[in-house]
């Protein structure tokens, strides 16, 4: 599962919801519309911190952007540090 692109599908699909542009959501959360759209194509890595602030803007709990959906698919291989090239599987949720 990638999360940037699972944060992203989220903030959207909430976004939108709440019948929010990005001009007027970068308003209310105080990041830049470039960085919410990329945010939102999973291009950006936020911080937990910033998981908070954006999930406070949208009016929801910031559990609510990490939680799975649905979409993501089979998991991802994840890159372990370093320069090793070695990688692992993600475990797989019940």
Same mark, same amino acid.
């Given at each position: ?17 709440? %019948?929010l542009t990005q001009e007027a959501f970068a308003e209310?959360? /105080?990041? *830049? ?8 194509? &999973?291009?950006?890595?936020?911080t937990i911190v910033t998981l908070f602030e954006l999930?406070?803007?949208? %009016? ?9 959906? /649905?979409? *993501? ?8 540090? &370093? ?12």
């Amino acid at each position: 599962m990638d999360m940037r692109r699972l944060v992203g599908r989220k903030v959207r699909r909430i976004r939108l919801e709440k %019948g929010l542009t990005q001009e007027a959501f970068a308003e209310r959360s /105080g990041f *830049s519309q470039q960085y919410l759209s990329s945010l939102e194509r &999973g291009r950006r890595n936020p911080t937990i911190v910033t998981l908070f602030e954006l999930a406070s803007a949208l %009016g929801v709990s910031h559990v609510a952007l990490v939680a799975p959906d /649905g979409e *993501s698919g089979a998991a991802a291989p994840l890159r372990r540090g &370093g320069r090793s090239g070695k990688t692992m599987t993600a475990p797989k949720c019940p």
